[in-house]
């Protein structure tokens, strides 16, 4: 079975402070993603990785940055972390990156619920 | 990009059968996911539909139809836990692949 394990189930911070998600695969995935889930919203795609060191914008990045030292870890930096950011992250990861098929599943991490004050 | 619209939420009985829609808008379809998401846990994979016609896994079912851009989940003698948030995720020919996903359909089952 894939695992995906993220590093903390529930986290506060105060305004201003500089957050780390870790999140980590055992399946030797190449893709790796960090969403970001509030009510109402659905999931919102904040950045993804194809490959260790590479790095692609999704559809909110404003306000975080990632890293891919290595092929099974990801993670996602609020530099400077604000109100709006409490919320929902879940990490994904996907075995091939283009393929056309149900290789393309992603699994998810059990969530890291973020509180901002 | 797509537009992925489902209903917000909905209700049932145990031992019923319930449909949930999902219909989309994108400029080039290559496959729809649907996802089961239970109260603060991860969403966990159901089924995924790329051609037309009917996908049946046990009690779970996906129907896709690529002219009217339109699937549904469909659910068969409900259990109190398929209570959950069913998510619908569409992925276009766009340069990621990578799917986007609808608000989420809220699934409640009542004795």
């Known amino acids: 079975d894939v695992k995906v394990t993220q590093s903390s189930r529930y986290l506060v911070k105060r305004t201003g402070e500089k957050v780390f998600l870790e999140c980590v695969q055992d399946?030797?995935?190449?893709?790796m993603f960090w969403y970001r889930q509030d009510p109402g919203l659905g999931l919102r795609l904040i950045y993804f990785?194809?490959?260790?060191?590479?790095?692609e914008k999704g559809d909110i990045p404003e306000g975080y940055s990632v890293s891919r030292e290595k092929k099974e870890r990801f993670s996602l930096i609020l530099e400077s972390a604000s109100t709006n950011q409490t919320s929902m992250y879940l990490c994904?990861?996907?075995?091939?990156?283009?393929?056309?098929?149900?290789?393309?599943?992603?699994?998810f991490g059990p969530g890291t619920r973020l509180l901002v004050l | 990009g797509q537009n992925i619209d489902q209903p917000t939420e909905m209700t049932a009985t145990e031992g019923a059968i319930v449909q949930i829609n999902c219909t989309y808008q994108?400029?080039?379809?290559?496959?729809l996911f649907w996802y089961q998401q239970h109260a603060g846990e991860a969403p966990t994979f159901l089924s995924y539909?790329?051609?037309?016609g009917l996908e049946e896994k046990g009690r779970f079912s996906s129907f896709l139809s690529r002219s009217k851009g339109y699937s549904y989940l469909l659910l068969k003698e409900l259990q109190m836990k398929d209570s959950a948030s069913y998510l619908c995720?569409?992925?276009?020919?766009?340069?990621?692949?990578?799917?986007?996903f609808g608000r989420g359909t809220s699934l409640i089952v009542h004795p």
């Open positions: 994904a990861s996907s075995l091939e990156q283009g393929a056309e098929s149900v290789q393309e599943t992603q699994y």
């Open positions: 399946m030797d995935h190449e893709n």
């Open positions: 990785s194809y490959d260790v060191k590479m790095k």
């Open positions: 994108t400029s080039g379809f290559n496959g």
């Open positions: 539909n790329v051609l037309d």
């Open positions: 995720a569409v992925r276009d020919l766009g340069g990621s692949y990578i799917p986007t």
